[in-house]
């Protein structure tokens, strides 16, 4: 019996350690598999479904082979899963004295330096100032300085923004503070440990930005694991490309300021040209329009006004370089802002001036910021070559990875096509705990004016039969608009609703009421773990095809189109068929969950592709009769009415 076999076995080691474990036979297969990749420095891509147990699958042959690891996951809650845990869980269940680290990106972690300095100077409102004095305590006791562990300030308050750094302003090993940095104490926690666990952002803005310390681990490191590894394609295409923000350069119009005054005395010329940049950076962002506007270069040139506040910029940004160069001995703060100053102007001359065939220029509204990029249409070949430094076991799993059996799509994303692919289904009972339900009668095409209240007439049967316990995912913020002002007033649960909390306060409402309904988009399809009865209804309102007129996808199916392929099949099919799995994987979450599945998208039936869809689903029993559904929910729970 080899030692993987013991461990997972029944009256192994884990059985002994974790209360509820059950043996897996895929998860045992899954973990063989890494553990000969991981001894060979193969690839290998492994999908592995919902209640497989991937997470141990993949850290206990990690453990066992010795060396130095880095897990990747998909998320900074999933990070701090897999830390505070998961892993504690193997180790002690192993008795493996592996050590492990935990490594956030840079803005993660309180900024001495910045936090004093901003906390000096004094910030836009009394309350940021009461948030800026809370963190100065935090920082003062705690070891890690990780924002996530500072109780008294939630972790996405924007006062962060001044009390954290971001690789342009940081100092570097000039800072005063360094000594005590947190961010380097990190990083030298990473070096020491045997497990480094960070999340896919911080890889590959190391790797392609050489900033926050991955690319120190990687040269000692001889194995890989990236969990939900189905968010790598369009992580590397956002960090292998180049972006500047107008938030990045009123911030640095603001820090200028700042270390102006602190270098011994303002310089009101310097200001006033700071304070132009401000202004500038603010009026390209309105020039753009509303927020969540992503447009193609040559379109974001034809809005009016948008063109102009950009040469207006430029030439802002440019004085501010000169000015800012010429005060740069004054201190390490302003050597800082004029280095940053620099790298801003450079990247917006290269974005302006510079077109090339294999990117694709755009410009998004995001909030109060307007981003402007530069996107590479392929990852792959850039992807591919940081992993040719070192021979190394480089191991890629997720839930969602293949269509049906096939896994050409990611593994051509990212240039693994020549990766060993293995697949394991669900071990949950599909057939009986879960029903797949297609409605009749709604408009045979979903861009129909009215098919969302279509949606919403169908699915209110089906919430009365359940008795609320339901997600409705939508493909669209219009179309979730819609469906709260449909259902408010008309249901007899609590209606809960994306963008009135954070998702993790949404999440904890809806597990303690027990029979509410929530209706969200894209942050909800995917990384949301609810188990038990609260959730046992999800419906989807359409194929969860990405815009077409996206720039960045409506520029790659062209150039898919000129090498002589079929972009829809090859590229926009794939992608919607992974995300729709995604979605139905929020409702079996454990081996006792029983539920739904509702697809209100006629295509699955009607089109060639959409039938693909449903077989590559997992095996539950579809009907197309409301009947059924009463029926499934019955025995369980009494029917409610609705109003």
Known sequence: MSSLEKLFGAGGALAAAIPDYRPRQAQLEMAAAIRDAIAGNEVLVAEAGTGTGKTFAYLAPALLGGGKVIVSTGTKTLQDQLFDRDLPALRKALGAGASAALLKGRANYVCLYRLRRNAASGVSSKEDALQLQRILRFADSTASGDRAECADVAEDAPVWMHATSTRDNCLGQTCPDYTDCFVMRARRNALAADVVVINHHLFFADVVLRDEGVTELLPACNTVIFDEAHQLPETARLFFGERISSAQLVELSRDARIELRAAGGASPEVEALANRLDKAARDLRLALGDAGTRLAWAQALRVPGFADALAVLRRSLKTVDSALNAQAERSEGLAAAARRARIASATLTRLIETEASDDVRWAEAVGQSVQLHVTPLSCAALFRRQMEDHPRAWIFTSATLAVGEDFSHFTRELGVEDARTLRWESPFDFPSQALLYLPRNLPPEPNDAGFTDAVIEAALPVLAASGGRAFLLFTTLRALRRAHELLQGRLAFPLLVQGTGSRSELLARFRALGNAVLLGAASFWEGVD????????????????????????????????????????ELQVPQAALQLNQGAGRLIRDEADRGVLMLCDPRLAARAYG?????????????????????????????????
């Open 530 to 569: 609810v188990r038990g009865e609260a959730l046992s209804v999800v419906v989807i309102d359409k194929l969860p095809f990405a815009p077409p007129d996206d720039p960045v996808l409506a520029a790659r199916i062209e150039a898919a189109r000129l090498a002589g392929g079929n972009p829809f099949n």
């Open 611 to 643: 039938r693909r869809m449903l077989a590559a689903l997992p095996p539950m029993k579809l009907t197309r009769e409301l009947a059924e559904v009463e029926a499934f929910f019955r025995p369980a729970r009494p029917r409610y009415g609705y109003g």
